[in-house]
């Protein structure tokens, strides 16, 4: 058991989220599932908490009613290698959701992700901030991020 676990509350679509999430990434799987018992307070049978991993991680999702909201003050970041990956993860994460800027979208359950590729890390922390910064102007008039848009900006003379 990892000692620090994301715990993720979702109105009633813990389990349904899970599959998504887990069906999206490699080493990923549900490890458990609990229900409701007849003292509640979600109705006896229903599913209580998720147990997933994501690529190895461990996390916790709870089906703990409309108290609470997901916001943008959590996010999960994948870091991609490829333009297909990060595509690929922009459809299926964003569909029936909401595209933000700067790679970050909320999926249909209201968790917020970015998707970002790994080469923006090496770009940004150029030693030329010139070079730093025309990446950084680039990146902000995106949606989803575009690594030969973004590697454009950065080799720009």
Same mark, same amino acid.
């Given at each position: 058991?990892?000692?620090?676990?994301?715990?993720?509350?979702?109105?009633?679509?813990?389990?349904?989220?899970?599959?998504?999430?887990?069906?999206?990434?490699?080493?990923?799987?549900?490890?458990?599932?609990?229900?409701?018992?007849?003292?509640?307070?979600?109705?006896?049978?229903?599913?209580?908490?998720?147990?997933?991993?994501?690529?190895?991680?461990?996390?916790?999702?709870?089906?703990?009613?409309?108290?609470?909201?997901?916001?943008?003050?959590?996010?999960?970041?994948?870091?991609?290698?490829?333009?297909?990956?990060?595509?690929?993860?922009?459809?299926?994460?964003?569909?029936?959701?909401?595209?933000?800027?700067?790679?970050? *979208?909320? =999926? /249909?359950?209201?968790?917020?992700? %970015?998707? &970002?590729?790994? $080469?923006?890390?090496? @770009? *940004?922390? =150029? /030693?030329?901030?010139?070079?730093? %910064?025309? &990446?950084?102007? $680039?990146?902000?008039? @995106?949606?989803?991020?575009?690594?030969?848009?973004?590697?454009?900006?950065?080799?720009? $003379?």
């Amino acid at each position: 058991m990892q000692k620090i676990t994301p715990f993720l509350w979702f109105d009633s679509q813990a389990e349904e989220a899970a599959k998504l999430y887990t069906s999206l990434f490699k080493n990923s799987k549900i490890v458990s599932i609990s229900r409701y018992g007849a003292s509640g307070p979600g109705p006896e049978g229903s599913v209580m908490t998720v147990t997933f991993e994501l690529d190895g991680r461990e996390f916790l999702a709870l089906n703990g009613g409309p108290i609470y909201r997901l916001t943008e003050a959590f996010s999960l970041c994948v870091n991609c290698e490829t333009q297909a990956e990060v595509d690929e993860l922009w459809r299926k994460l964003s569909e029936g959701g909401e595209e933000g800027r700067c790679g970050w *979208l909320k =999926d /249909r359950f209201g968790l917020s992700w %970015q998707i &970002v590729p790994t $080469a923006l890390d090496r @770009m *940004l922390q =150029d /030693r030329d901030r010139e070079r730093s %910064q025309r &990446v950084m102007a $680039a990146m902000l008039k @995106m949606r989803k991020l575009d690594i030969r848009a973004l590697e454009h900006a950065y080799e720009r $003379a």
